[in-house]
């Protein structure tokens, strides 16, 4: 008979204070959403597992973690799942109800998600990327899941625009063009501003799986920005795009509001406490930093404001 292997991570840690999170990252494996007399995604996705460890005890059953992440994740492989957040609410529950000694269990994921489209003006096949993030989190009052994309996109500054366009003015009137005239032109042909490169981050979360679909939310977070992006571009497409950011200049924070307004108006049988989480930073072409806002609201709370507004 074998000698029974003793437990060293249920044994009192030298030092008794708790961890709010504990467990694996980097965790790949394939997962199958499933889509209505369509083909499934099939994603390769990114999972990180964490529990919460109280003071008492000095470790989290590691291996335990990854039985359950894999028995989950593996079982939605087989049967295709409605969403991605679906996978880490299933792998969350189960990982509460495996760990007697855990209050809090957290699985997240990400995973990038592959749309197809076309080129706005040459009206090219092209893709586009975007990248998926879903999270759950189990207690003892219930699952909230989040769904949410990461979306790239092209910004063009207003403040820059603006000195621009008052060159561009003052040279006009050197050459004897009337006010009217002026502004008739600066109208129709906006001036340059420095552009970047945006990303969009836009994720809801609620109790149970937010009732949004991950492409309108993907679609709000693109159209956020100034003007979308393509992989492919020919001529006609290069200059609608620089023409569609320029006339559409947006700082960072109106990327952010242009968001609430999108949620609001896409989504407005979201539950009031459902949370969203809003976030823009762009990548700035004049200066070596990089600009960035954020916000975060349960939809009530953004539906009041715009309501107001």
């Known amino acids: 008979m074998s000698q029974q292997l003793p437990d060293v991570q249920a044994s009192s840690p030298d030092v008794t204070v708790g961890l709010n999170r504990v467990g694996v ?3 790949e494996k394939l997962v199958k959403i499933d889509r209505a007399d369509q083909r499934p995604i099939v994603l390769m ?3 990180e597992v964490f529990v919460d460890l109280p003071s008492w005890r000095k470790g989290a059953d590691m291996s335990r973690n990854m039985e359950v992440i894999d028995e989950t994740l593996e079982a939605a492989v087989r049967d295709e799942v409605s969403g991605v957040e679906a996978v880490c609410g299933e792998a969350a529950e189960r990982l509460l109800d495996k760990h007697d000694y855990t209050t809090n269990a957290e699985v997240r994921m990400e995973a990038e998600y592959v749309t197809r489209e076309e080129t706005p003006a040459s009206e090219r096949p092209t893709q586009s990327t975007a990248d998926i993030v879903a999270s759950a989190t189990a207690d003892e009052d219930g699952t909230r899941e989040e769904i949410g994309a990461r979306v790239t996109g092209m910004t063009v500054c207003p403040c820059s625009q603006g ?3 008052a060159r561009a003015r003052e040279t006009l009137r050197g050459l004897d063009v009337d006010d009217e005239t002026i502004d008739s032109f600066l109208e129709e042909v906006p001036q340059p501003g420095h552009s ?3 990303h969009a981050t836009l ?3 609620s109790e149970g799986a937010p009732d949004v679909d991950l492409l309108d939310v993907i679609e709000v977070a693109r159209e956020s ?3 979308r992006i393509y992989n492919l571009a ?4 290069e200059d609608h795009m620089t023409y569609e950011s320029h006339k559409n200049a947006k700082f960072v924070e109106d990327c952010v509001r242009s968001m609430a307004e999108g949620v609001v108006d896409r989504f407005d049988h979201l539950p009031t406490d459902a949370v969203v989480t809003m976030k823009q930073s762009n990548d700035e072409s004049i200066h070596q ?3 960035h806002a954020e916000r975060v609201a349960t939809f009530g709370d953004l539906e009041a404001e715009l309501a107001d507004d």
Do not use: C, L, W, Y
């Not at 020919?234 to 497409?237: E, I």
């Open 45 to 47: 996705a990114t999972f």
């Open 25 to 27: 990252t980097g965790v």
């Open 289 to 291: 930093h990089n600009a």
């Open 163 to 165: 000195m621009s366009a």
């Open 234 to 237: 020919k001529r006609p497409d």
């Open 225 to 227: 920005m100034s003007a």
């Open 203 to 205: 994720t809801i979360e």
């Open 196 to 198: 970047q490169r945006g």
